[in-house]
Nanobody, 116 residues
Framework: QVQLVESGGGLVQPGGSLRLSCAASGIIFRFYTMEWYRQAPGKERELVGS????????NYADSVKGRFTISRDNAKNTVYLQMNSLKSEDTAVYFC?????????WGQGTQVTVSS
């Protein structure tokens, strides 16, 4: 079965950096665009960004452009989210996601807290 496992979250001070990872199994990873989402307390889940199959194209939400970078390693079945210049408003649970055969799959999420 499809499994997505995020890691790398934690507590970081404003202006700091974190790199999240999402390891995928149960899919032919290189065939699928991968996405990162986040959900802050009391808010709806929002798309952070995406990366196409070979990593040639990425898209980002306006709120993270220039600060976050998505990359992938198809040999390791892993997608990454590098987050720099973190702000308090980036505090959220971060999820990776993939759509396969018209069904969306989610990881369990990893908590990112930006606070001094």
């Amino acid at each position: 079965q499809v499994q997505l496992v995020e890691s790398g979250g934690g507590l970081v001070q404003p202006g700091g950096s974190l790199r999240l990872s999402c390891a995928a199994s149960g899919i032919i990873f290189r065939f699928y665009t991968m996405e990162w989402y986040r959900q802050a307390p009391g808010k709806e889940r929002e798309l952070v960004g995406s990366i196409t199959t070979l990593g040639r194209l990425t898209n980002y939400a306006d709120s993270v452009k220039g600060r976050f970078t998505i990359s992938r390693d198809n040999a390791k079945n892993t997608v990454y989210l590098q987050m720099n210049s973190l702000k308090s408003e980036d505090t959220a649970v971060y999820f990776c996601s993939v759509v396969m055969i018209n069904r969306r799959y989610w990881g369990q999420g990893t908590q990112v807290t930006v606070s001094s």
